[in-house]
């Protein structure tokens, strides 16, 4: 007998698979186009926080999710033998003019409570940073030491082959025996709009790219609303778009030019670098802009575990061992603004 069914076997649904077995659950994944075959399949990676102002409930679930993540994948590498890519190295950022720097030195003080001493949000000369600091017209940047970076497509293969050697089995078909968890990414979303009177979510299309370039052990950069992440198998990813209409979901085009161009005028470094893959993916949106978690609220017995959108891997840690709480053992831990009813 199985205890839990997850459908979806990206980011959200394999931790959520990963929590429950830990906890002696007997489990099994269930997606019928495979491990990371959506947007979780993705080469970016930006495991990225929230600025360190205005505290809400997400800003703390991610502090604690990314605190988090690196007992978790390390955990994960342990038992599958598999690299996850994570490294946290932290993230520049240039800042642009006089008052991108006086947002910038409140953001240190505030860091200093609301980071809980864990992380620093500090402000950086580009000159001592040297080739690798993105360019600045102020000449400083903002470097903070909470951001993190994943190989997205590594690290969900790492977490399948740590489930199955745990038992679970990951399959693209079978019956929903247990407790099901609905870990479906944006088609999930649409799914949950055609059973309302208004969307409760929709995909977003990002277009992403992937450099042969060696800075493994360099910061992940911010610059021109880009996230630039060198990973740890010497290559660096960047992107991307955020499209709300689309016609091919895995399509590139010159949009994703414009980011390559982007780029490399705010690091020179990429302009030589060759293009290894030109990547394109539908990320799941709720309509709360916040993770969708909680009881499935048109399915009976069932849970729904959603909406990862931008930040769905550094939340990842958190949200498998939330839904883990409120699937086996009805502890509802969840922040309100992430339950299903936010989105209807």
């Avoid at 931790?15 to 495979?34: H, L």
């Avoid at 006086?102 to 980071?115: D, G, H, I, Y």
């Amino acid at each position: 007998m199985v205890d839990v069914t997850v459908m979806g076997a990206g980011a959200f649904g394999l931790s959520v698979a990963w929590a429950c077995a830990k906890r002696g659950a007997k489990v099994q994944v269930i997606d019928p186009i495979g491990v990371a075959a959506g947007s979780s399949g993705g080469i970016v990676g930006a495991l990225a926080p929230h600025t360190p102002e205005n505290w809400n409930p997400k800003k703390a679930f991610q502090l604690e999710s990314l605190l988090m993540a690196e007992a978790f994948w390390s955990e994960i590498e342990e038992v599958s033998g598999l690299p996850t890519g994570y490294g946290r190295l932290g993230r520049l950022q240039p800042i642009a003019d006089e008052r991108a720097m006086a947002l910038a030195l409140q953001r240190v003080e505030t860091s200093k409570t609301l980071w809980k001493g864990l992380a620093q949000w500090q402000i950086l000369s580009a000159e001592d940073v040297g080739s690798w600091a993105p360019q600045s017209p102020t000449g400083k940047l903002i470097h903070d030491t909470l951001s993190a970076r994943v190989h997205p497509r590594l690290a969900c293969h790492a977490l399948a082959k740590a489930l199955t050697a745990n038992g679970v089995s990951i399959s693209p078909s079978g019956r929903h025996e247990g407790m099901t968890v609905w870990a479906t990414g944006w088609e999930g979303l649409k799914e949950l709009s055609q059973h309302h009177h208004r969307m409760v979510g929709n995909g977003v299309k990002g277009q992403a790219a992937l450099f042969q370039l060696d800075r493994r052990n360099q910061p992940q950069l911010y610059a021109d609303a880009l996230h630039i992440i060198p990973h740890a198998d010497g290559t660096v990813a960047l992107g991307s778009t955020s499209e709300r209409e689309f016609d091919d979901p895995s399509y590139t085009d010159a949009q994703l030019d414009d980011v390559i161009e982007r780029a490399i005028k705010a690091m020179p470094a990429l302009a030589n670098a060759p293009v290894l893959e030109r990547w394109a993916g539908v990320r799941p949106r709720a309509r709360s802009r916040a993770p969708m978690l909680g009881v499935h609220p048109f399915r009976s017995g069932a849970f729904v575990a959603n909406g990862g959108f931008k930040i769905g891997f550094g939340m990842a840690p958190k949200v498998g061992e939330v839904m883990a709480d409120l699937v086996l053992e009805a502890k509802d831990g969840i922040p309100v603004d992430f339950k299903p009813q936010a989105s209807l």
